[in-house]
């Protein structure tokens, strides 16, 4: 079953702008993952933050964590073309288990 | 981070028949993972392979439908079988590495049935 819910579900924005994308879950976690995925292609790791943090940054990507309100985002910087793809959040409840549960996504195209 | 193969990387089947999916890692892993992604939808786990145990599957995914082997600590293989259309998806697999246990996936499996 999906965790939550990512939103927008679709994100339209023009080279060199911000793109944000945020995630909501449902139960408490031990860290949460960001991905990439290029039409339908496999899907790319972009940044883990464990539940112990808050914030997270590599290169252009910025990841924030607010456990409190089951909520992160994935911010990134001076947009590009090539990011181009879709999104999605997964988190990890660290039990046995340690398979991922994933959001709904996040369609995001940046017009050069 | 972790190199994980396929195969095959796509195929078109006819209905009722089945199809094996391989996947290899460049490392030994205790967990494997299989998920299935269909048209314009998000992840969905199928089930975890151990080595030397049967897979764990999740609510609605049954073994009968989903056969998965995992003979040693690299390889394992997803069957899809007395396939329908609606087996058409994306089927990925994946591994955890580091303390972390950052989750990395393959390249997919694209299969479409007709």
């Known amino acids: 079953s999906q965790q939550g819910e990512e939103d927008p579900q679709a994100l339209s924005i023009q080279e060199g702008e911000n793109a944000t994308m945020n995630c909501s879950y449902k139960t408490s976690i031990n860290n949460l993952q960001w991905y990439r995925q290029n039409s339908g292609r496999g899907l790319v790791h972009l940044i883990l933050?464990?539940?112990?943090?808050r914030e997270k940054h590599s290169g252009r990507l910025r990841v924030t964590l607010d456990t409190s309100k089951k909520s992160s985002s994935l911010l990134i910087t001076a947009s590009r073309a090539a990011d181009t793809a879709s999104y999605f959040c997964?988190?990890?409840?660290?039990?046995?288990?340690?398979?991922?549960?994933f959001g709904s996504g996040t369609r995001l195209q940046v017009q050069p | 981070s972790a190199v994980i193969s396929q195969k095959p990387s796509r195929d078109i089947c006819q209905r009722g028949t089945s199809l094996t999916i391989q996947c290899q890692v460049d490392s030994q892993v205790t967990m494997m993972f299989w998920y299935r992604q269909q048209p314009g939808q998000s992840l969905t786990l199928i089930a975890t392979a151990n080595q030397g145990s049967e897979a764990t599957y999740e609510s609605g995914f049954v073994i009968d439908k989903f056969p998965i082997s995992r003979p040693n600590l690299t390889f394992s293989t997803l069957t899809v079988s007395n396939m329908s259309p609606e087996d058409s998806s994306i089927y990925l697999c994946?591994?955890?590495?580091?303390?972390?246990?950052?989750?990395?996936f393959g390249p997919g499996t694209r299969l479409t049935v007709t």
């Open positions: 994946s591994v955890g590495r580091g303390q972390a246990y950052e989750q990395y």
């Open positions: 933050i464990r539940s112990n943090e």
């Open positions: 997964a988190t990890d409840a660290g039990t046995g288990r340690r398979a991922l549960t």
